[in-house]
């Protein structure tokens, strides 16, 4: 249950026909894929793979921090964590008598949320007794819940790795388990999707406070980013953290993610994917029985605000008791676009490995940083930014570095990539899809957030011929085009003394 | 008329989607399940002339291949005053250059193929591993015998190496949790023990080109390395190509220096470490037990119970029910000399005092506290069930092989797992709690700003403030 920032983009390619691998028969996925819609618009992807008895499932919603606002930041990830907490049959002893309490601790949050909206100006002591009586009454009804059963059936079962992950697009829910056990995971899926309770939410907010300050507050690089994103984008919704800022997570309330749950965890917005030993026609008959049940619902409301044209550079300085950070960033198109194979070439030749063009020159032989990479974020449902993150190497200053990085990218239109070069990039990006074929959990991800985010799984497959087909020319044109100063985002940490402490 | 109607209408829908789901049981613990067929792959085992030991399992799902080697060293082995030795030593080994290559013709070669080797030496094991596509392994494992048995060690890598290694020592002290993991190392293992030592500026200054090419030549021979492939080979021709490669590499006795025993208890105490932060990183506990302990399938269990899954006391307690931290953990682990009992929470300051006499209650608690039969059904089905799971890729089979024999395990330790794990009693339990698990030892350490706890940490026993080095 944490958030991520994984992305997708550059994980995984399939081999083309003319692939580097020497295989007997080219590993099609195509051929391996049964893809499966039932009535209600739901979408499975079912991939058998020979082996021990097990299998990896990945339920993806097309929901996360690109659909919230101000307000509800971080409620997509919140809302994940509150998918575990049961059902009206799982996780209870006394629905009947639990509901009336779920309305009364409801009814004092939303009087404590209205208090502390009021910030500095709150009152203390009604913000204490407001809590007070939240965690009191949650408490009482603690007494008709079970605890945690999901997660003690699935263990029981020898499920493994359960776990849910929120990012900007979508919200994957994932578990492992033993290949016999296909109708219990049927079972809870279907239930928590037609029947959640989200009981213990008020101290379960409490948790994901905490884990914003683990993963944010107290993380120099967490804060940076933070502070980045909200700078690179000015308007469009993929400026926030997926775990949202404070002030929301601690005053959203019950009702507001059941609307959010009503809204975005319908049927023709998700896609599961299967992936391991399993009888695929078994797989459908149960899959029919279980899933079949949910409601056909109407798709939720796309993101309508447009980030608009950066006109110069902006750039984003935090403070910290830690060592200097770069982080910079440039907007680039939508991640459907013809550009999006460039980007994926430049991205490799830069960032991948001890041969490509920043290792080389700026850690290698310059020697002013210890690692200089790249990636593309936040979203991948709407135009995101290329971005590249340095740490520099003590007495070199993240000024020296940022230049070299200029430097670097420059020869990508002065020096664009030569043959062998390009060979290396396609070699590498044909085996990083057979390589992320061994894991069923790989698979089942890719599977699952391919299409719930591009709308189409085979795009694994098909976006290896457009890397194959990406030329120097192409680098140059789409180097030249985007790595404009105008178009960037800098950002950075910069070390201040150490804070006296207080004393007590 | 109009309510009724509707009412009717509603149980009509409810009799029809209720029809619709008559396969569907009321509740998932009714559920059914056929019985699952597993035979576990089992690598085969060689040994070469010289003593270089080799798993293989073939696998041809995928035109893959990865390999690791095991060699019989560590950090351990290296003196204080050069702290950083092994680390480097099993660095510039792959990025120095080998035989007659750079490491850049190497870095070259082996990234055109995307193909990859890496290598390291960490505290008790050195290890080297490589992963390919099928087409290139015989090219591939030639490299990696370079590596293994004709490394340069070129004086601009270690250069390079020392210098992002330095980098690292002066950002060692920026994030919280990696202040936390090493300082209580430290405390726990007392600081001149081998188990904690860490490099320092001074120590990796030190560090010649020489000393890398003696430790090298001192610890990597053939009869001190465990090799598992697994893949798409054929394991004959592999074999044949292995004595190719490794088959004129001489064995030679290597001696291990001694290490010093741990003591057999900590001594308590409470360390603060200041941090400007809202949250607390707590981690405490006491030394563990040592490998092959055959209460280790009982312990397994404990963990379980008390604070290794989801369901364990400390999870429920601590982040269900009090909603203090997102993540809690605490549980015994075995290692050659030692293990750890340790139980780590982060929790905003002003909860810091209640997370640590919560989750030392419950720890207390351990030895005594009814066990439940519904605790030790799910935490013994949970390993039994997802036993399947240590083997499904064929290289965690390899390397689960590869671990057991390194570290002496018997021979049947797998086939007997599942059985020593069935056989737990409540009773087991309680008596590893109560012979394992020390609440007067406690070592507690807390990263944090102490002037934002709700009451002061020595509560718990006098605080020592530690200090941490600046760097510049």
Known sequence: MKTQRILWLTTVVLMAANGVARCEEPVRLEDRVVEYTLPNGMKFLLMHRPGVPVFSTNISFRVGGVDEKPGITGLSHLFEHMAFKGTRVISVKNYRAERPLLKAIDKAAVDLSNEMARGDLADPKKVAELQKRVKELEDKARQFSGKEEIGNLYMRNGGLDLNAYTGKDTTCYVVSLPSNRLDLWAWLESDRLLNPVLREFYSERDVVCEERRLGVETQPMGKLYEVFMATAFIAHPARYEVIGWMSDIQTVTRPMAEAYNRTYYIPANSAAALVGNLDIEKCKKTIARYFGRLPSRPLPPPVRTIEPEQRGERRAVVESDAKPWLLIGWHKGHPLDADEAVFEVIDTILSRGHTARFYKTIVRDRKLATSVGSFTGPTERYPNLFCVSAMPLHPHTTREVEQAIYEVMGTLVTDPPGDEELQKVRNNLHADFLRELESNRGMAAALANYQMIYGDWRLIQTRLAKIDAVTAQDVRRVAEKFFAASNRTVGEIVQTAKPAEKGK | ?472
């Not at chain 2, 021979?221 to 292995?242: Q, R, T, V, W, Y």
């Not at chain 2, 057999?264 to 400007?276: G, L, M, W």
């Not at chain 2, 605790?375 to 036993?387: C, P, Q, T, V, Y």
């Not at chain 2, 024999?405 to 339990?429: F, Q, R, S």
């Open chain 2, 1 to 472: 008329m109009r309510t009724s109607a509707k009412r009717t209408l509603a149980i009509l829908i409810i009799l029809i989607a209720g029809g619709a789901c008559s396969t569907i049981p009321s509740h998932p613990r009714k559920l059914q399940y056929p019985p699952l067929q597993f035979k576990r792959p089992r690598p085969t085992r060689h040994v070469l002339g010289n003593g270089m030991v080799v798993y293989l399992l073939e696998n041809h799902e995928l035109p893959l291949v990865s390999a690791r080697f095991a060699i019989r060293t560590g950090s351990l082995y290296e003196s204080d005053d050069k702290a950083g030795l092994a680390q480097f030593t099993g660095t510039v080994m792959r990025s120095g250059g080998a035989g007659d290559r750079t490491g850049d013709q190497i870095d070259e070669r082996l990234e055109f193929l995307s193909a990859s080797i890496e290598t390291g030496i960490s505290t008790q094991q050195g290890g080297a591993n490589l992963s390919c596509l099928s087409k290139d392994l015989d090219e591939v494992l030639g490299l990696l015998a370079d590596i293994l048995r004709r490394p340069r060690f070129a004086e601009d890598k270690l250069d390079l190496a020392k210098k992002r290694l330095m980098e690292s020592i002066r950002r060692q002290n920026d994030r919280p949790n990696q202040i936390v993991a090493r300082e209580w190392e430290k405390l726990v293992y007392e600081s001149s023990a081998a188990w904690a030592r860490t490099p320092t500026l001074e120590t990796v200054e030190r560090i010649r080109r020489d000393d890398l090419v003696q430790f090298h030549n001192h610890y990597v021979h053939p009869n001190c390395m465990i090799a598992g492939f697994a893949g798409d080979f054929k394991s004959e021709s592999l074999l044949k190509k292995l004595e190719q490669v490794f088959g004129d590499w001489p064995k030679r006795d290597v001696a291990f220096p001694a290490i010093p025993p741990l003591a057999e208890r900590n001594t308590p105490s409470v360390n603060y470490i200041f941090k400007d932060q809202p949250q607390s990183y707590i981690q405490f506990g006491h030394l563990g037990i040592r490998r092959n302990n055959p209460d280790y399938p009982a312990v397994e269990v404990m963990n379980r119970i008390l604070g290794s899954s989801w369901m364990s006391r400390l999870f429920v307690e601590v982040r269900t029910k009090r909603g203090l931290a997102y993540s809690v953990s605490g549980m015994l682990t075995e290692d050659t000399d030692r293990g750890r009992l340790r139980a780590s929470v982060q929790t905003k300051s002003q909860s810091t005092h209640e997370a640590i006499s919560v989750m030392l209650d419950i720890i207390r608690r351990m030895a005594t506290d009814p066990i439940s039969d519904d605790e030790m059904e799910l935490h013994k089905s949970a390993i039994r069930d997802g036993f399947t799971f240590q083997f499904e890729t064929p290289a965690q089979c390899v390397n689960e092989q590869i671990r057991l024999e390194y570290y002496g395990y018997p021979a049947d330790y797998l086939d007997t797992y599942v059985d020593k794990i069935n056989a737990v009693t409540k009773d087991d339990i309680h008596r590893v709690a109560k012979k394992y698990i020390y609440p007067d030892q406690m070592v507690i350490l807390v990263v944090g700003d102490k002037a934002r706890f709700e009451k002061p940490l020595d509560d718990f026993g006098k605080m020592n403030e530690i200090k941490l080095l600046k760097y510049e």
